[in-house]
């Protein structure tokens, strides 16, 4: 089994990251059109309509009726807007990534690009963990106030996404190793 060049496993992955690019691309494209049909179209049909949000926890989930959401629009645009800005930071990841690949395929794993390429995908993974622990937060603490429960009351927590934070860091040190191997292909390249 091949891992680099053509018709090799690192292939098959560039495919597989060209197809999730795209379908990242259709789903961001489908909230704002879902975002415009609710905000032009149908602005009052969610105040006016019957449904019920399902809140999931570690331990409880919660299923409220709509008589209980304040504002229920903005809700459905707050978790619109969450996703929207989620999609962007893998968009950005994927795209990293696909230069990766595609630089595999030629069998040159080992340049100053791909090492800029990897560090960038630390960056954004760091970036879109704590821009999502930031906007899970505020997303709490709005939910908070946009749902009355008598005798209930609610607390939104900031967590950060560790397990993000962790693979950044693992990616910066990947791009760190991809750097000096540039510098060793390079200098071996210069001496044959």
């Avoid at 089994?1 to 789903?27: H, P, Q, T």
């Avoid at 950060?160 to 760190?176: H, M, Y």
Wanted: a positive charge; aromatic letters at 10%; hydrophobic letters at 55%.
């Amino acid at each position: 089994m091949r891992y680099l060049g053509k018709g090799s496993v690192s292939s098959f992955l560039g495919v597989c990251l060209n197809i999730a690019w795209y379908v990242c691309i259709i789903a961001m494209a489908a909230i704002l059109i879902a975002a415009l049909v609710i905000g032009i179209l149908i602005p009052h049909a969610l105040n006016n309509s019957h449904f019920s949000l399902q809140i999931d926890g570690p331990i409880l989930s919660f299923n409220l009726p709509s008589t209980v959401i304040k504002n229920p629009q903005a809700l459905v645009f707050s978790g619109m807007a969450l996703g929207f800005v989620m999609l962007g930071f893998a968009l950005g990841i994927i795209h990293q990534l696909r230069r990766v690949f595609a630089s595999l395929k030629s069998g040159k794993p080992f340049s100053e690009e791909n090492a800029r390429y990897i560090r960038m995908i630390g960056l954004l993974s760091i970036t879109g963990s704590v821009v999502y622990g930031m906007l899970k937060a505020v997303f709490g603490l709005w939910l908070m106030h946009s749902i009355s429960i008598p005798g209930v009351d609610a607390e939104a927590a900031l967590n950060p996404d560790l397990t993000g934070i962790f693979a950044g860091l693992v990616f910066l040190v990947l791009g760190e190793v991809f750097r000096i191997g540039a510098k060793m292909q390079e200098e071996q390249d210069l001496t044959v």
